[in-house]
Nanobody
Framework: QVQLVESGGGLVQAGGSLRLSCAAS????????MGWFRQAPGKEREFVAG????????SHADSVKGRITISRDNAKNMVYLQMNSLKSEDTAVYYC?????????????????WGQGTQVTVSS
């Protein structure tokens, strides 16, 4: 089992940057593929980015490609989401998720553990 705690959210102006962090408990962090999802008010939770166990393969939603980047540090049990050139439509609660699988999943049902979320608000 793994516990996830997100941090780094906040209020930022359009065009600005934020770096979200997700701290994972447990000694088997490197056995989980990781993902970031987001959920805006009244909308479904959607995939933002994912990364394989070793960090060798990443995937990003088309809406964030070129602006948002996922990375991980297995030595520190951390996964990050670097967000640049933020837009008002990026406003949402961002969730970190872990999956006991080799491959990446863009489906929220493919993840086994979730953090509590961190709010990101982009003002225009």
């Amino acid at each position: 089992q793994v516990q996830l705690v997100e941090s780094g959210g906040g209020l930022v102006q359009a065009g600005g940057s934020l770096r979200l962090s997700c701290a994972a408990s447990g000694r088997t962090f490197s056995s989980y593929s990781m993902g970031w999802f987001r959920q805006a008010p009244g909308k479904e939770r959607e995939f933002v980015a994912g990364i394989t166990r070793s960090g060798g393969i990443t995937s990003h939603a088309d809406s964030v490609k070129g602006r948002i980047t996922i990375s991980r540090d297995n030595a520190k049990n951390m996964v990050y989401l670097q967000m640049n050139s933020l837009k008002s439509e990026d406003t949402a609660v961002y969730y970190c998720a872990a999956a006991q699988r080799w491959t990446l999943s863009k489906n929220k049902n493919g993840y086994d553990y979730w953090g509590q979320g961190t709010q990101v608000t982009v003002s225009s």
